[in-house]
C-alpha cells in the first residue's frame, strides 16, 4: 500500500461495559502478537526497516509503530507487509498450541475469533480473523465491521482478489472510481489492485470479506 491510508480517523470516546472490554483486552494482545510477528520474521530475514519500507511504500516510523504495538494495522497493509516478507496474513494470528494445527478440516467457534482494535491505528475499521487455526491456505476470511466516517485521503490497494458479503446495516463501496450501495445479502467482488475502501450508512454495518492470495 502506497500512500493509500494516510490520515487517522477520529477515535471514538466510549464507555465500554465488561463485555467491550474483554474484546478490548483481546485486540490489544492481537495488536501486540502482530507487531512482534512482523518484527522477528523481518530479523529473521535480515531485512532492515528501511528495505521493509521500501517494499511496502510505507514509512520506516509507521513500520516501528506496528512493531512495537503503538499501531494496528488494517488487513490491506497487513496483506502488503506480508507479501514484502514472503508470508502468509494467517501467521501474523497465529498463536501456540492448537491453533498451529495444520489440519485439512478446521473450526473456529463464534467466541474463538481473533478480535483486533477499533480506532484510529486500523483506520476505524473492526476486523476479526475467523480462520487463524488453518495454515497455509489460499483465502483469508474476516469479519468487518465498517466505520460511518473515512478520511478522504484513506485508500486501500494490496495483491490478491476479495469478496464482500455484507451481513447487516449498509455499507457505500468505492472501488475504480465507482460507488455501490450495499445491503444486507449484496455480493461484491474485486481486485484487491483497485484502490478501494467502505463505510457504513447509518448504524453499525457487518460483511463477511474473503481475501484471496497465493499460500506460501
Known amino acids: 500500500m502506497v500512500k493509500r491510508a494516510r490520515k487517522k480517523g477520529a477515535v471514538p470516546v466510549l464507555v465500554p461495559n465488561i463485555r467491550s472490554m474483554s474484546q478490548i483486552e483481546r485486540a490489544h494482545e492481537v495488536g501486540q502478537m502482530i507487531g512482534g510477528r512482523i518484527r522477528d520474521q523481518r530479523k529473521a530475514r535480515r531485512i532492515t526497516l528501511e528495505n521493509l519500507a521500501k517494499k511496502t511504500g510505507f ?11 503503538r499501531k494496528v494495522p488494517p488487513i490491506g497493509s497487513l496483506a502488503r507487509i506480508a507479501q514484502a516478507l514472503d508470508l502468509e496474513i494467517g501467521l501474523f494470528f497465529q498463536t501456540n498450541g492448537f491453533d498451529q494445527a495444520d489440519e485439512r478440516v478446521s473450526l473456529v467457534r463464534a467466541n474463538e475469533r481473533k478480535h483486533v482494535s477499533r480506532g484510529g491505528s486500523t483506520f476505524g475499521y473492526n ?90
Open 59 to 69: 514509512t520506516r516510523g509507521y513500520l516501528s509503530k506496528i512493531e512495537n504495538s
Open 127 to 216: 476486523y476479526e480473523s475467523v480462520a487463524h487455526r488453518k495454515l497455509h491456505k489460499h483465502m483469508e476470511p474476516f469479519i468487518f465491521t465498517y466505520p460511518a466516517n473515512l478520511s478522504r485521503d484513506v485508500w486501500f490497494e494490496h495483491e490478491g482478489e476479495e469478496i464482500v458479503f455484507v451481513l447487516s446495516g449498509r455499507v457505500e463501496f468505492e472501488a475504480g472510481g465507482d460507488r455501490f450501495i450495499l445491503e444486507p445479502g449484496d455480493t461484491l467482488y474485486l481486485e484487491s489492485e483497485v484502490p478501494h475502501r467502505a463505510r457504513s450508512l447509518g448504524g453499525e454495518a457487518k460483511a463477511f470479506v474473503v481475501i484471496f492470495g497465493h499460500a506460501h
